[in-house]
């Protein structure tokens, strides 16, 4: 029972497509997040939802666009796709409300754009 | 602007000694700091969690420290094993609401030898 799955693991295409990674979370949690982990291994925040509600939106160009239909989902979709967007996009979910809730990461989406 | 440094060297040590790796940040002021695990190819995984007005904290063979006058936080790992070796990352968390944010560090690794 996979607590937070990603799909697919691995994308590879072509400069100026477009592409979604898929998340699903079955923890119950209210809040999802998108991370985004670069060739040097840092994770940085994208976005995050809590109950369906956008509630966090780092400084990410409009060509990424999340969508949650319901709060255990939580999908990307990138337009118009550039080399610099190859990375890792970790999905993340978090249950507790308060301060210092634990995140449950996803196994990670490989994106490589050629 | 914010910063949070691990040293970005790897980290080799011998089997059953004690590891220590570092977490430093500057022009933050974290409500809580979690330290978790990466293994190549997969997801972080939470380890524990150290609030602002807490000192110490302890798990099993794990302990971290944090000093937010020094803006520090130190992870232990005593009796260390190969099945160790891994990146760590420390986090830092805000809290705005129900927008809980962490923000990682670079990560450091560490490997633990025979």
């Known amino acids: 029972d996979t607590a937070v799955s990603q799909t697919p693991k691995y994308l590879v295409t072509q400069m100026g497509n477009d592409k979604s990674i898929k998340c699903e979370q079955n923890?119950?949690?209210?809040?999802m997040y998108w991370y985004k982990q670069d060739s040097k291994k840092f994770l940085k925040i994208m976005f995050s939802?809590?109950?369906?509600?956008?509630?966090i939106n780092e400084t990410v160009p409009n060509r990424f666009s999340p969508k949650s239909p319901d709060k255990a989902h939580l999908n990307l979709h990138i337009n118009s796709l550039e080399l610099g967007d190859s990375a890792v996009y970790f999905c993340?979910?978090?249950?507790?409300?308060?301060?210092?809730?634990?995140?449950?990461f996803g196994e990670g989406s490989r994106l490589t754009v050629l | 602007s914010q910063k949070i440094e691990q040293n970005s060297e790897a980290l080799n040590i011998q089997e059953g000694k004690t590891a220590t790796l570092t977490c430093n940040y500057t022009?933050?002021?974290?409500?809580?700091l979690q330290w978790y695990r990466q293994d190549p190819g997969r997801g972080p995984v939470f380890l524990l969690l150290?609030?602002?007005?807490?000192k110490e904290k302890r798990k099993e063979r794990l302990k971290v420290t944090f000093d937010t006058t020094l803006k520090q936080s130190l992870f232990h790992i005593t009796a260390s094993q190969p099945a160790d070796s891994a990146t760590y990352l420390c986090a830092l968390g805000s809290n705005t609401g129900t927008a809980s944010k962490l923000t990682f560090g670079t990560g450091t690794r560490l490997q633990v030898t025979l």
């Open positions: 923890l119950g949690h209210d809040t």
């Open positions: 022009n933050y002021s974290p409500a809580y």
């Open positions: 993340a979910s978090r249950g507790l409300a308060g301060p210092g809730g634990e995140l449950f």
């Open positions: 150290i609030r602002e007005n807490e």
């Open positions: 939802y809590n109950n369906k509600e956008l509630i």
